[in-house]
């Protein structure tokens, strides 16, 4: 079992800049893959950012360039800096990790990007 709790939500204007945490209740190091998703009201969560066990990352197209997913191994916790934000940002971001075939999610931070 693992426990993902999220923090550094809130409320930005749009081209601010915001960083999400996301730390574990274990060692990260050799989870398969951490990731940020986000669900915006009545759309499908959807994959924001992800970072692979040996260091390779992918993005969605609309943050490549925008968003940088990185881990401290030492704090067990896996970032989210998002720059040059958007209102269509706006969305609860969750936490992801995908460990030996299961998968846990955090309980979610809001981000909303004012015009």
């Known amino acids: 079992q693992v426990q993902l709790v999220e923090s550094g939500g809130g409320l930005v204007q749009a081209g601010g800049s915001l960083r999400l945490s996301c730390a574990a209740s274990?060692?990260?190091?050799?989870?398969?893959?951490m990731g940020w998703y986000r669900q915006a009201p009545g759309k499908q969560r959807e994959l924001v950012a992800a970072?692979?066990?040996?260091?390779?990352?992918n993005y969605a197209d609309d943050v490549r360039g925008r968003f940088t997913i990185s881990t401290d191994n030492a704090k067990n916790t896996v970032y989210l800096r998002m720059n040059s934000l958007k209102p269509e940002d706006t969305a609860g971001y969750f936490c992801?990790?995908?460990?030996?075939?299961?998968?846990?999610w955090g309980q979610g931070t809001q981000v909303t990007v004012s015009s």
């Open positions: 992801n990790a995908f460990d030996r075939g299961a998968n846990y």
């Open positions: 970072i692979i066990s040996g260091g390779s990352t």
């Open positions: 274990r060692s990260i190091f050799r989870f398969n893959r």
